[in-house]
């Protein structure tokens, strides 16, 4: 559907903030709906976040709610990530997804544009 690329990633010490952003190659990224996944070192991935296509709900999974905000830029069109008061056990490649609907979507299966990841490593 789109090609999607993050970018952003990199080390910080727990506590810190870091931000990600995922550029989209669409001129009307407001038609589509945006989420972020995260793969965990020995583990699957697994949803963080996700943005409706007019960007007004959103939805975080448990692990980073209150600590994580997901925020599409229309002009720019991109997606971002801001994360702050990391923990080592966000350590993980994030990857931004998208698809072009109108429902506010956060399972992986629901989403057909993934990026190739970019590492975050959170040190204690």
């Known amino acids: 559907q789109v090609q999607l690329d993050e970018s952003g990633g990199g080390s910080v010490q727990a506590g810190g903030s870091l931000k990600l952003s995922c550029a989209v190659s669409?001129?009307?990224?407001?038609?589509?709906?945006m989420g972020w996944f995260r793969q965990i070192p020995g583990q699957e991935r697994e949803f963080v976040a996700a943005?409706?296509?007019?960007?007004?709900?959103?939805e975080y999974a448990d692990s980073v709610k209150g600590r994580f905000t997901i925020v599409k830029a229309f002009g720019s069109n991109t997606v971002s990530l801001e994360m702050k008061n990391l923990r080592p056990e966000d350590t993980a490649v994030y990857y931004c997804?998208?698809?072009?609907?109108?429902?506010?979507?956060?399972?992986?299966?629901?989403?057909?544009?993934w990026g190739q990841g970019t590492l975050v490593t959170v040190s204690s």
């Open positions: 997804a998208a698809r072009a609907t109108l429902q506010l979507i956060t399972a992986e299966s629901d989403f057909d544009s």
């Open positions: 943005a409706k296509h007019d960007g007004r709900s959103e």
């Open positions: 669409t001129r009307t990224i407001g038609r589509f709906a």
